[in-house]
């Protein structure tokens, strides 16, 4: 388009919220067709729906570097500002944020639509007031429309992040401070939505909408939201003045910083601005221009050749680097088209294909392609490349199966926020790179794949920034405690309780086990509505336990009882092992008579699990024994049924034949190694054994009883008294069972009768193991090895240790002639 026209040029200048943005959609609409470029492209998108609402899909199209939404017959066009299709002539166009024709990067483009672009009928240049003398000067003739703001701007100066007002806004400059600040937010507040440049349409949109619907009263973004995105936001809040422009770290501009903070307010709500997380203070000269929407006016505009020459490679290059002639104008940095094309221009492959207008314009195109993600220039710069010699070699397109792969590497949705947010960036190129029909054969098929993967990486991204940054739970107690009212709280069945219909902790048996809202100043609040419904349901389930079936208590193996999934005591050292004390898990709502009913109760769970499982040392405890018997069971009943042989071998000596009966009728086998109860070497009763050891003996953990059924396992020296509370024996390098030694042993002792013996095949069967395991054992009981040719036989040992039999005392017998008998017959006579 020409600088000379007909058409009415209007400059529409002010501050933010002062509605120039709705202006210019409601003259566009005024017109039979009209286009407006935009600064991001989800403005763009923002206002592509709404005209679409108003006049149909059909009418309108939407074209920007990424997208494209192109009816059959168009008759409005909503573009992002580097992609107007200016050779498109409509009766109205607009250029918004005009004054980013001063920006370092973008700005040669805006100040090119300025000089360029115009409609048939009018022509409409939104933006600061700042840019009032430079419209002046280089739109002689236009008019000019100031917009007040409507509603006032103020500073509150300084608030920590977690006494941030609602429909706050925080806005920092690197990824890196939005995703720290979001983290705070979200322990404090319950939740932020996160906007960024960096995170695609899709994603932006619905952390925008998070925000909107009130799901979050907070939202942290870079300095992205200064462009025009509607949003009601209250309160906008500095965590940095200082950004990265590109080059270096700058401090804001007031000009920027106003562009930023009057986003706080909306139509004619009044909004505040400040700074938060350790920013250090506004000035006040600052505060004041930024209040007054009073800027340094812009004085000079970004410029590029925008026609440049494509008559050679050389050519492009220069002209590109050709300074403008106007002094308002400076000739702006090389941006990363340029740089890509000087990067190619030096590869003598390059150069070699690049040899007429047309393959020049093409390279052009190609170094274009926006770097959408930043990490590395040289990579970026590999695929311009390759692009171009696809491009330029004989089939002059883009393979398609090369395609397939780069998309389809990035077709998958695992991986955290960075890794999502990478491979979002990625397929923005592709998508851009489809949106040229005439560097693809299947044009609109791939354009297609490329959304539908952009839009799966971006639903994915939302769903893990969310899920990071937001926590539902703490959001809406916040805003119920906000109300300041009473809160509902309740236990559900599963034990959760809840307040205002929130997860807040668990209650396990009668613990009470916050979650993390129940903590700071809010969470006071919280517990004590919790507090509540937890003390009736304490109390409630107090009174369950103490009528509750014996098989709803349970024991475990941290030696604690258990019921309803939960620990309610532990068992401690009592005045015997088979008498273990029970101390109740504190429980802050369990007090008085309701806390010793349920202590009783658990105490007569164990006792009459204890009798139950390990019957035979109660009533070995009753039984009427003479003096060594007696003795012989105290120790059996205080070891828990298993008692090496040695430490009782005089008194089972001096067992009478009636003490051995009631012995042998209790179940007390009196072994070659031990002297044992049979039945309580089975699994289940080895299991409370252990138990009941642990707690005498202050164990946190019970010792794990060995696998059922097996006859042998590992030894362990440190453990002899587990390993034959368990019910084995250490022999050399194994233990075994005891039962299994004390068979064997009887087995050797019918073998020896008859001679020496050998180790028979029944002998191995019997322990499952090799004959020389057997014969460790046989040296064990008192055996030796003699060889007899090519047999090995084994006898007893003479020198083996016997017990020594305590002498009997014969009675006194007196001579019943005798001083003494006489003296007797006196006493019993008396």
Not at 177 to 197: F, P, Q
Not at 457 to 479: G, N, W
Not at 560 to 584: E, F, K
Not at 683 to 695: D, M, S, V
Request: charged share 30%; proline share 5%; net charge positive.
């Amino acid at each position: 388009m020409s600088l000379s026209h007909d058409g009415r040029v209007v400059a529409v200048l002010g501050p933010t919220n002062t509605g120039k943005t709705h202006l210019a959609v409601e003259r566009m609409l005024g017109h039979k067709s009209g286009m407006i470029g935009l600064p991001l492209r989800l403005l763009a998108r923002e206002v592509y729906d709404r005209i679409v609402r108003q006049r149909g899909d059909r009418a309108v199209a939407l074209i920007t570097g990424e997208e494209r939404i192109m009816p059959a017959q168009p008759t409005y066009f909503v573009c992002t500002v580097e992609a107007m299709p200016l050779t498109r002539r409509v009766d109205f166009l607009a250029v918004d944020e005009i004054q980013l024709a001063a920006d370092p990067e973008r700005g040669h483009v805006f100040t090119s639509r300025l000089l360029r672009a115009r409609g048939e009928r009018e022509t409409m240049f939104l933006g600061s007031d700042s840019m009032l003398p430079m419209l002046r000067r280089l739109l002689p003739g236009a008019d000019f429309l100031s917009r007040p703001r409507f509603s006032e701007l103020s500073c509150i100066g300084e608030r920590k992040l977690s006494r941030l007002p609602r429909r706050s806004a925080i806005v920092g400059f690197s990824a890196n401070d939005v995703y720290a600040i979001a983290e705070l937010v979200r322990r404090h507040r319950g939740g932020a939505a996160v906007i960024m440049g960096a995170l695609s349409p899709r994603t932006r949109n619905a952390q925008v909408a998070l925000y909107q619907s009130g799901e979050v009263d907070y939202l942290v973004a870079t300095d992205a939201i200064g462009m025009g995105l509607n949003m009601d936001v209250d309160h906008v809040a500095f965590a940095g003045l200082r950004k990265f422009d590109g080059r270096s770290h700058r401090p804001l501009s007031a000009a920027e910083l106003g562009q930023i903070a009057g986003r706080a307010g909306r139509h004619m709500n009044d909004g505040t601005f400040g700074t938060t997380a350790n920013c250090e203070p506004l000035d006040d000269g600052i505060v004041e221009l930024v209040t007054q929407h009073t800027f340094e006016p812009v004085r000079q505009l970004q410029w590029r050749n925008d026609s440049p020459s494509f008559s050679s490679l050389s050519a492009l290059v220069h002209s590109l680097r050709q300074s403008p002639q106007n002094d308002t104008l400076v000739r702006s940095r090389d941006a990363d088209d340029q740089i890509a094309l000087e990067m190619m221009a030096r590869q003598s492959d390059v150069v070699d294909r690049a040899r007429g207008p047309a393959s020049v314009r093409q390279l052009w195109d190609v170094c274009r392609i926006p770097d959408f993600v930043k990490a590395s220039s040289d990579t970026h710069h590999r695929l311009l490349q390759r692009i171009y010699f696809h491009l330029t070699s004989q089939h002059s397109r883009l393979p398609e199966d090369w395609i397939a792969r780069h998309v389809k590497r990035l077709d998958r949705i695992d991986g955290d926020i960075d890794t999502l947010a990478g491979r979002i960036a990625h397929i923005r190129t592709w998508t851009y790179i489809t949106h040229r029909s005439d560097w693809l054969d299947k044009s609109r098929y791939w354009q297609e794949r490329s959304r539908a993967v952009e839009d799966s990486l971006s639903d994915a991204l939302h769903a893990a920034l969310t899920q990071r940054f937001v926590d539902r739970r703490t959001a809406v107690l916040y805003r119920s405690l906000k109300e300041q009212r009473d809160l509902f709280a309740a236990v559900t069945a599963d034990d959760d309780v809840l307040v205002e219909g929130q997860y807040v902790g668990k209650l396990r048996g009668m613990q009470f086990h916050p979650d993390a809202a129940a903590a700071g100043a809010e969470g006071r609040s919280i517990r004590a509505a919790a507090n509540r419904v937890l003390g009736r349901e304490v109390a409630k389930r107090a009174a369950e336990l103490v009528d509750a079936a014996d098989d709803s208590i349970s024991w475990k193996d941290d030696n604690c009882l258990w019921w309803r999934s939960a620990p309610v005591a532990r068992l401690a050292r009592g005045h015997d092992m088979l008498h273990p004390l029970i101390d109740l898990i504190p429980v802050e709502r369990l007090h008085g008579p309701l806390r010793e009913q349920v202590r009783r109760r658990l105490v007569r769970w164990v006792e009459t699990t204890v009798s139950r499982e390990l019957a035979p040392l109660v009533r070995l405890r009753a039984l009427t024994l003479s003096g060594p018997a007696r003795g012989l069971a105290f120790q059996l009943v205080e070891s828990l049924g298993v008692l090496p042989r040695q430490r009782v071998n005089s008194m089972a000596h001096e067992l009478s034949p009636g003490d051995r009966r009631q012995l042998r009728e209790s179940g007390v086998r009196l072994g070659y190694q031990d002297v044992f109860i049979a039945s309580l070497l089975r699994p289940g009763k080895t299991e409370i054994r252990l138990k009941l050891w642990a707690a005498h003996h202050g164990q946190d953990e019970v010792p794990p009883a060995p696998p059922p059924g097996r006859v042998r396992i590992e030894a362990n020296a440190k453990d002899d008294d587990v390993t034959a509370l368990s019910g084995f024996r250490r022999v050399g390098d194994y233990a075994y069972r005891i039962d299994i030694l004390d068979r064997l042993g009887r087995m050797a002792q019918s073998a020896v009768r008859t001679g020496p013996f050998e180790i028979s095949h029944d002998m191995q069967s019997l322990i499952g193991s090799s004959s020389a395991d057997v014969a460790v054992i046989l040296r064990r009981l008192g055996y030796i090895a003699e060889t007899d040719g090519d047999r090995e036989l084994y006898r007893k040992n003479p020198k083996a240790k016997r017990p020594k039999k305590r002498p009997v005392r014969a009675k006194n017998r007196t001579n019943e002639h005798s001083p003494f008998a006489e003296l007797q017959r006196l006493r019993r006579n008396s």
